[in-house]
C-alpha cells in the first residue's frame, strides 16, 4: 500500500493552509481526505457492495467522519462537483485494486455519488477550509 503523507495541518473538517497554497491544491488535498475517508469505510466492511451500495453510505459516513457541522459554509467555495471518477481512481490505488472504480462510483447508490463542495477562507495569515459531501 502507498503511504501518503499529508504536509498540511488538519483538525476535523477544517484544513488550516499556508497563504501560499493554490486552490487546486486545497481542492486536491481535500479530495485526497475525502477519498482517503471513504476508503476506511470501504475497508471496513468485508464485502463494500453489502454494506456501502446506498444512501446509506451518508449516514455510515457521517457516523465515522461527522463532517458535516451543520453550519452554513462561510467564505469563498471554490469547488462544486461530483468527483467520482477522481474519489474511485485514488481508492482504487490506495486498495491496491482490491476495490474496483465502479464499487466506489455506485456505493452511494447508483447515480448518487455526492457533490463535493469545498469553501475557503483567507484571513492574510492562512487560508482555512471546509468541505461538506451531499446529494
Known amino acids: 500500500m ?3 503523507r499529508q504536509k498540511l495541518f488538519s483538525v476535523g473538517g477544517l484544513y488550516r ?3 501560499s497554497i493554490t486552490d487546486r491544491e486545497i481542492i486536491d488535498h ?4 475525502f477519498a482517503l475517508k471513504l476508503y476506511g469505510i470501504l475497508k471496513f466492511y468485508a464485502d ?3 454494506g456501502c451500495h446506498s444512501l446509506n453510505t451518508y449516514q455510515i459516513f457521517d457516523n465515522f467522519w461527522k463532517i458535516d457541522d451543520g453550519e452554513n459554509k462561510e467564505g469563498e467555495e471554490i469547488y462544486s462537483e461530483i468527483p467520482s471518477q477522481i474519489i474511485a ?8 485494486g482490491k476495490i474496483k472504480g465502479d464499487e466506489v462510483t455506485s456505493c452511494f447508490g447508483g447515480g448518487e455519488f455526492p457533490i463535493v463542495k469545498i469553501w475557503k477562507e483567507d484571513d492574510g495569515n492562512e487560508i482555512c477550509a471546509t468541505y461538506d459531501i451531499m446529494r
Open 30 to 33: 481535500i479530495l485526497s481526505d
Open 48 to 50: 463494500p457492495k453489502i
Open 17 to 19: 493552509f499556508p497563504p
Open 89 to 96: 481512481s485514488k481508492i482504487e490505488e490506495l486498495s491496491e
Open 2 to 4: 502507498k503511504i501518503i
